[in-house]
């Protein structure tokens, strides 16, 4: 009896392995293909170039006022009271130059997420169309991550028709 069980549930188990479909997209492709990607890529680039500029700018002006300070130091030019105030005048500009590289980091990071979630969000309902014409179970994406992979339904094209209809209407907006 136990056999009959064992063999009716292993039955039932590969029929439905067997009734699941599986594709695969590659998700680089489909990225690269997206005009609106294409922008938020321009933008963010954009932004860490002004930020990188504004930090080269603070650099130069902290290493400017430090080669002024070891020049008088050397000298012998500054008096204690003045060397101490020219010191911490140093350390807040070195320490106001890494709060800002940290703050530019964080900013960059929330714009990032800003402008992509949109696209991905895009690329998944453009996934979810496609699988659900084609009664997909499962949709994997070739360029993550696989143990293993032999042939198999690429739906990549099919998603990327799908998802430059999405974008085009979501850059009507």
């Given at each position: 009896m136990?056999?009959?069980?064992?063999g009716?549930?292993l039955?039932?188990?590969?029929g439905?392995?067997?009734?699941?479909?599986?594709?695969h997209v590659?998700s680089?492709?489909l990225?690269?293909?997206?005009?609106?990607?294409k922008a938020a890529?321009?933008?963010l680039e954009?932004?860490?170039?002004s930020?990188?500029?504004e930090?080269?700018?603070?650099?130069?002006?902290?290493?400017?006022?430090y080669?002024?300070f070891i020049e008088?130091d050397?000298?012998?030019?500054?008096?204690p009271m003045?060397?101490e105030n020219?010191?911490?005048?140093?350390m807040?500009?070195?320490q106001?130059?890494?709060?800002?590289?940290?703050e530019?980091?964080?900013e960059?990071?929330?714009?990032?997420?800003?402008?992509?979630?949109?696209?991905?969000d895009?690329?998944?309902?453009a996934?979810?169309?496609v699988a659900?014409?084609k009664?997909?179970?499962?949709?994997?994406?070739?360029s993550?991550?696989t143990?293993?992979?032999?042939?198999?339904?690429?739906?990549?094209?099919e998603?990327?028709?799908?998802?430059?209809?999405?974008?085009a209407a979501?850059?009507k907006k």
């Amino acid at each position: 009896m136990k056999k009959l069980l064992l063999g009716l549930v292993l039955f039932i188990g590969f029929g439905a392995a067997a009734q699941s479909k599986v594709a695969h997209v590659d998700s680089q492709k489909l990225l690269d293909t997206m005009p609106s990607r294409k922008a938020a890529m321009a933008q963010l680039e954009e932004i860490q170039k002004s930020g990188f500029a504004e930090l080269e700018e603070m650099q130069k002006s902290f290493e400017s006022a430090y080669k002024i300070f070891i020049e008088k130091d050397k000298a012998g030019e500054m008096p204690p009271m003045i060397k101490e105030n020219e010191q911490n005048k140093l350390m807040r500009m070195q320490q106001n130059l890494e709060t800002r590289q940290t703050e530019l980091e964080q900013e960059l990071k929330s714009y990032s997420e800003q402008l992509n979630q949109p696209i991905l969000d895009r690329v998944q309902k453009a996934i979810e169309l496609v699988a659900e014409r084609k009664k997909l179970s499962y949709v994997l994406d070739q360029s993550s991550m696989t143990m293993y992979y032999k042939g198999g339904m690429d739906i990549t094209n099919e998603v990327i028709t799908e998802l430059l209809i999405l974008d085009a209407a979501a850059s009507k907006k």
